[in-house]
């Protein structure tokens, strides 16, 4: 069972580095962190119920993920084919593109709950 733990601690501090090392090497992870920052500021501010709070954090949550994807793909790609590849752009410029497709929804859900707030019916 110890070693068990062990071995469980260890694989949480291989994925903590992970997140260090996403957050350390990729602009937009950086910039993605300091939005997040600022929205559950603001959130805190507004008084945002528990629904808005879940609303809130799977929002930033999932374009998290997409990034922490995208950027594995892209990573993925270049050392497997190093090579400027019309179909490796394609695959990049999809991966990038579910970023997008996510921030646009995380932006509607943040207009929606803040926007309500802000003009009084929440």
Request: aromatic share 12%.
């Amino acid at each position: 069972m110890k070693k068990f733990l062990l071995q469980r601690l260890k694989s949480i501090s291989h994925a903590w580095q992970g997140l260090l090392v996403f957050i350390k090497t990729e602009v937009h992870a950086r910039i993605h962190l300091i939005v997040a920052v600022l929205v559950l500021f603001a959130a805190w501010l507004f008084s945002f119920s528990m629904i808005e709070w879940l609303f809130v954090i799977l929002s930033i949550g999932l374009v998290f993920l997409a990034e922490i994807f995208n950027t594995v793909l892209e990573r993925v790609m270049d050392f497997v084919h190093p090579d400027q590849h019309p179909e490796v752009k394609v695959i990049k410029d999809m991966a990038a593109g579910a970023v997008l497709w996510i921030s646009i929804i995380a932006i509607l859900v943040g207009l929606i709950l803040f926007g309500v707030r802000s003009i009084g019916g929440g």
